[in-house]
């Protein structure tokens, strides 16, 4: 028996409902947000999170490179430029070093990478080589969990300069530029799903695909958490040194 689909005003309030599985909601992420973090812990995440950051532009060129449509690309653009910046514009990578340094970590350290955990690098990694493989649209729709970003990004700001008065403010300017960015990102991002997914069975593998990219961001929290709340980093059990790979292409 066939599905029928579900209107435009149906699918997206479906796409919406998946909000509940944000990585807001982590015990990581409310730790922060509550004031429960410790400096190594808030260091830990920002350090890492770097590995996302710098893979944004990798993962939005991969969709560019596979997308025909020149409108489409001419808007989609604008992400890579939000990251890596543009003449005049320093961008969300250096807005984010900025943040490590605020919290009291080095910049070249940052830059290394050393300190990005297997499993967020997995997790990171998995993201890319799909919006590498899949077909643009599918991976354009993938970064629709920006849908609920705004709300993550005004609890930093609301919660952070409370709870943390030792993070320097002026780190907090990533946050404050995505409020905008990200819900310019989702009103391109909602057109083009919409558009797409018009059968019952692509609209839930829409469902899927949004629900992989959530399962992404909470698998990296969650290699977080063992490492910096449950102190069971990789390979804790043979040394205290960090032996994990950093970053060779495998």
């Not at 009103?187 to 399962?215: C, N, P, V, W």
């Not at 069971?232 to 060779?248: A, D």
């Amino acid at each position: 028996m066939s599905m029928t689909a579900m209107t435009p005003a149906e699918f997206e309030q479906a796409l919406r409902a998946k909000g509940a599985y944000y990585h807001i909601h982590h015990p990581y992420h409310r730790a922060m947000y509550e004031g429960r973090s410790s400096r190594e812990q808030i260091q830990g995440w920002v350090a890492n999170r770097f590995y996302y950051q710098v893979n944004i532009p990798l993962k939005d060129a991969a969709i560019m490179a596979n997308c025909p449509d020149r409108d489409t690309r001419r808007e989609w653009v604008q992400r890579i430029l939000d990251h890596d910046g543009a003449p005049g514009e320093e961008g969300g990578i250096e807005a984010w070093l900025r943040l490590g340094e605020a919290v009291g970590l080095d910049r070249e350290q940052i830059l290394s990478q050393e300190l990005v955990l297997p499993g967020v690098r997995f997790a990171v990694d998995a993201y890319v080589n799909f919006a590498r493989r899949a077909n643009w649209q599918e991976a354009a729709s993938s970064s629709l969990t920006e849908l609920f970003a705004p709300q993550i990004h005004q609890s930093r700001l609301d919660s952070w300069p409370q709870h943390y008065p030792w993070i320097d403010p002026a780190g907090y300017d990533y946050f404050r530029n995505r409020l905008s960015q990200a819900r310019r990102d989702v009103e391109h991002g909602l057109r083009i799903t919409l558009a797409h997914y018009t059968t019952a069975e692509s609209q839930q593998r829409m469902l899927d695909i949004l629900q992989f990219k959530l399962d992404i961001l909470w698998s990296m929290l969650d290699a977080m958490s063992m490492a910096y709340e449950l102190n069971r980093p990789p390979y804790h059990s043979v040394t205290g040194e960090r032996v994990w790979h950093k970053g060779i292409a495998l």
